[in-house]
């Protein structure tokens, strides 16, 4: 039997090969049912009425009439009380067994009931039986205490729940989630809030899945201050190891906000920090490492980083990093003969809020400015909202799936485009990508990419191929939970693999925007890339 643990109590459910028998009794949350009661005891009290009228056949017609009467009171008292109490219940794991030894008395009690009318008048017979019944209920319920749920309790199942409706896995990693819950409640401590959020983090943990996260309100604020415009910190996107580099301890650089402090360090994509603060991040998760590096406006933190064989100690100041996420400009390259090309370079940073506005405020710009193809700069983009990597897809493309999202079970949902939000779809398109590509960067490429709208320049992308979604809790913590997986349109699955590009892009090409004009422009350069080289598959 299944205890629902949205409550204090529960309903019981008896159920025999011959009929049903519901109780209609609400049981304390500790009086658990460890087997239900057999349909013989249901049907054995009619057995005993079958058997004694067998045996009343030959009685005179009173004593028939006298022993009708005494089986009726027997079937009321059964309808009434015997299967609405004739449940074993645990306590402290201890059986309580009064109620069978009662019910074993009462079965001898029915089986013998001439002797009884022999011996006592006919009324005298219901009160005994009375007796007897009210004894077999009384015992076992006054010695089971009631258990309510605490403002603790609600809370850890309030994200007991949000796991079990929302996750990926719905194996939960092997272990059956409704049983993990029974005996946290039983045997993890939730006396305060520090308690229960241990709790919780310990639920977690089960998972094996580092981007299933608790968060605390301070956590959960921060991260979503990350995806509304502006923070203050360093302007460092993080994650932790993956592919080849996740036998590595530490977090990963994804990537470094242009012009930020980590970017004038020269932090790069692929370098682990080690140390923040001299805090150890070999058993930080992310969450804590990003409320580490980000404070108050002009606060220094200390860093310890590898950049390949070498080792790093660096101070950075914090600033107030602006999230703008788009930039732009116009390239003017040779064309044919004599003339000129002009070509429209877009650098995408980050999906947050304000991505698809800015994005298509870029392409208008840039049109009125006679460009005639784009290039689309996602390098060292670590993704952010995937609502808007949905809708930056759509400008792009005219028709097409955008992305497949799967669970255990296959795909549940398909995102497409159907032209009706395009307003980019025509022009010749390239698209740049690194390592510091992910996420809900790694869904735009990969879209553009199967669909044959753009060609990708660069090397393998970053490889997260799961979706998270946050959810608030009821006391401003939060949780952040991996809800899907996701396959481009040509049924890719990128985890840890990333988005191998059509063309790797020249040694020498510049990591920022500053220096892209340059390249394609200046036949001269080491770095050059002519319009056949970028838009060419």
Known sequence: MEVIGGSSSVSLLISSRYNLCFTSKVLPWNSLLVSPVKARLCNSLSCVSVNASDRLAAFNSKRVHEDRSFLRLVRRFNKRFAFEHLVHFRRKGRLLSKVRKHTISLWKLAESSEKFKNLFPVLVVPIVLGMMLFMTMTIPVSRSPSWALTEENLLFLEAWRT??????????????????????????????????????????GTLDDPFTRFLEPEKFKSLRSGTQGALTGVGLSIGYPTGNDGALSGLMVISASPGGPASRAAISPGDLILAIDDASTETMDIYDAAERLQGPEGSEVQLKLRSGPEIKNLSLTRENISLNPVTSRVCVTPGLGKGVSKIGYIKLTSFNQNASGAVKEAIETLRRDNVDAFVLDLRNNSGGLFPEGIEIARIWLDKGVIVYICDSRGVRDIYDSDGTHAIAASEPLAVLVNKGTASASEILAGALKDNKRAVLLGEPTFGKGKIQSVFELSDGSGLAVTVARYETPDHIDIDKVGIIPDHPLPASFPKVDDGFCGCIGDPASGCFLNRVGLFSR
């Open 163 to 204: 796991i079990d409706r929302a996750y990926v896995d719905k194996s939960f990693n092997g272990q059956s989630w409704f049983r993990y819950r029974e005996n946290a409640l039983r045997n993890e401590p939730m006396n305060n809030r520090q308690q229960t959020y241990a709790a919780i983090k310990k639920m977690l």
